[in-house]
């Protein structure tokens, strides 16, 4: 029996092939945008948290009299005997500040880096809170960052994986950072802040005491700012609240063409969402018109035994058909507008250097099927209501007001 | 096995009630054959519907078979009237996508028949007995009116009524084949002893019934 009634449905999409093409192509346009939206806008939001974070933190927050040397991009802390507790930022909990990265900076001569007295910046992240470091990594070991691992700068040039010694310590290289025209970014040789911490007897041997190499001592912080936050309520707030601080700003543009983009992008699935409802509605008023057109047989088929949920569930797989081929070819025209995407705008963006990652493909085999739920789901409210009326009316007028 | 008992229908137009039917009472035996004749809007096709349980009423009781139809929920209705009533209407009735043979066994599968094959040959033997048994693959579309209107009274046997109902079922054919389905329908009430009510205005075919009931202006004239 549902083959039969499946059946029936198929075919009265057959008998106005115009009016079923333009349906399909209608929900096809609706869930190709929704697929092709959904999916550039998660990957525009991931390239965003590799490009943004590419462009530093929002403010520094260091020793009140360590000096800075204030660069476009903040990236990582200067190097100055003054020290900060770990939690410092932590403990204050404050309203503005979305993330902050601790870290710690050794300036070190005879390290073993380089020339006899070439001074080396060790520089100890916290790589579960970093967002300064990490995504200029452009070369890594197939793992995880381990304790005795480093990274260097774009400035410093050694094989992946080879053994690098550290005051006569042996630590592996990791992987390397990207260009980024901040000199100490450049030059540094990054690690963990554990693995630093581990060097504080080597580096001491040397005659050079450093309070930033115990353990719960940082040189400052990376702080950005929470959404809807401004640059100038974080700083009073940190001043505030925080004693013997200061707080260094970065670009402020860059904070506001974060904050600005991720409205955009918010706003964008607001006209999704308007969009997918229009498409609902206009589904809705062309299956009215369809069952006004057919509550002859509609009738009929009451008349002959149909009980009111086979009406309605005839019509709604009729509906669901037609609004299901439309979502899984809107999927198809989803893949083709992202190829033209990403031979068009990604490749210019690759050619400025600008990085656009594009989501891997379980989600986006993810946003396929919502698409294509979405779109069957679509049908089925659609046609609902029309249905529902019209399973409820006698047979005999049904069949009458055809007549 | 037919009974109807203060039988009313009224409808709410724009310009205010018309009532089609009024307090009606009729009462047809098992097997019989009985002829409703009256004039058009007199109300025939209006108390059809309602025996049908096509129409609800607004007032009075149908029961057949011991069962007050009216008294039943929606798919109790339902299933009542696809087991044990066959309609025939005065229009092709036919679902155009579908082929003879499936609009035949439609009923039959709507009533939940587990056995499809059973049910197609079932269908292929109506249609046969219908004189359609080289027509049982073709659309509504590709047979004459006639040959749709035998289609219609095969697929109202389907699930064995014991009540058949034919609202002029002859009404737009030409004489010759009206005499066939004629022929057809009273075969059907003789040789399977299903009872027949059939909506007429042909006084000659109301002549061979053996209940003549006349209506005029929503009740019956004695």
Known sequence: ???????????????????????????????????????????????????????????????????????????????????????????????????????????????????????????????ARDFTILPWLVEKLNRGLQAGDVILGAGRDAPLGSQLLIFGRPHVVYGRLGRTGVGTHERGVFMASATLEALAGAIEGHGKKMPVLQPGKVTGFLIELAPGATSLQARFAILSTLQGVKVVSGDTTLSGIRQGLTSL???????????????????????????????????????????????????????????????????????????????????????????????????????????????????????LYPAWRASRRDAYDLVRSEA | MLTCRQLSKTYRTERGDVAAVTELDLEVEAGRYAAIIGRSGSGKSSLMAMIGGLSRPSGGTVTIDGTDIWGLGDDALARFRNGRIGFVFQFASLLPTLRLVDNVALPAMLGGARDGAGTYDKASALLARMGLGNRVDAYPSEVSAGEQRRAAIARALINDPVLLLADEPTSDLDEQTEIEIMDELLGVNRELGTTLVLVTHNLALAEQAGQIVHIANGALVA
């Open chain 1, 1 to 127: 029996m549902p083959w039969l009634l499946a059946n029936l449905a198929l075919q009265n999409l057959g008998r106005r092939k115009a009016r079923t093409l333009l349906l399909i192509a209608a929900v096809a346009v609706g869930s190709g945008a929704l697929f092709a939206g959904a999916t550039l806008m998660s990957s525009i939001e991931r390239s965003m948290a590799v490009g943004f974070t590419r462009m530093g933190a929002d403010l520094m927050v260091v020793p009140d009299g360590a000096l800075t040397n204030i660069t476009a991009a903040l990236l990582t802390v200067e190097p100055t005997d003054l020290v900060l507790n770990a939690g410092l930022v932590d403990k204050a909990r404050l309203a503005s500040v979305g993330r902050s990265a601790p870290q710690k900076i050794a300036r070190v001569e005879h390290s073993g880096i380089g020339s006899h007295h070439d001074s080396v910046d060790l520089i100890g992240f916290d790589p």
């Open chain 1, 265 to 383: 992008l918010d706003g964008i699935l607001v006209l999704m969402i308007v969009m997918l409802a229009s498409t609902a509605m206009m589904v809705s008023v062309l299956f009215s018109a369809i069952v006004t057109e057919r509550r002859g047989e509609l009738g009929l088929l009451k008349a002959i035994g149909a009980r009111r949920a086979q009406v309605l569930g005839m019509m709604m797989v009729e509906a669901m058909l037609a609004t299901g081929i439309g979502g899984t070819l809107g999927v198809a025209l989803g893949v083709l507008v992202m190829r033209l995407y990403e031979r068009s705008l990604v490749y210019n963006l690759d050619r400025l250097g600008v990085p656009f990652v594009w989501d891997d493909l379980a989600r986006t085999v993810a946003f396929a099927a919502g698409a294509i739920v979405l779109s069957v789901l679509v049908g089925a409210l659609g046609v």
